[in-house]
């Protein structure tokens, strides 16, 4: 099982992604959950550990894990520990500017997915 614990549904990945995160078995989207910047250090804490415990009872083989760094931290370092492989997508970032009929400046991003990265 490849658990992706990001804010990108898989759903709309792209089709090499997909089947680079399909060679770890059926994907799991579990959502990354927003992160108060107020909260404490012992509340990130006890947020990752209860994702942690939710990632860890779908026995997966490979955890995708992108969002707020100080969660991601916590929550990679533990699943390391526990011999879980944990991965960040990697991807090329293609921009374009453009001037619209308003003459306003619009850019616009294109992702394109090359591998997944162990951490």
């Not at 709309?12 to 089947?19: A, D, I, M, P, T």
């Not at 804490?45 to 779908?58: G, N, W």
């Amino acid at each position: 099982m490849f658990v992706n614990f990001s804010n990108h549904p898989s759903s709309l990945w792209s089709e090499n992604q997909r089947k680079e995160a399909e060679k770890y078995g059926e994907i799991v989207d579990l959502k990354f959950p927003s992160v108060n910047p107020d909260d404490s250090r012992d509340n990130l804490i006890r947020l990752a550990e209860c994702y942690i415990q939710q990632i860890l009872k779908f026995k997966p083989q490979c955890v995708m894990c992108q969002g707020e760094m100080g969660l991601v931290y916590h929550v990679v370092r533990k699943l390391k520990e526990e011999d879980v492989k944990v991965v960040a997508a990697c991807s090329h970032r293609m921009v374009e500017e453009t001037i619209d009929a308003d003459n306003n400046s619009v850019k616009s991003s294109k992702f394109v997915f090359i591998q997944f990265r162990e951490y």
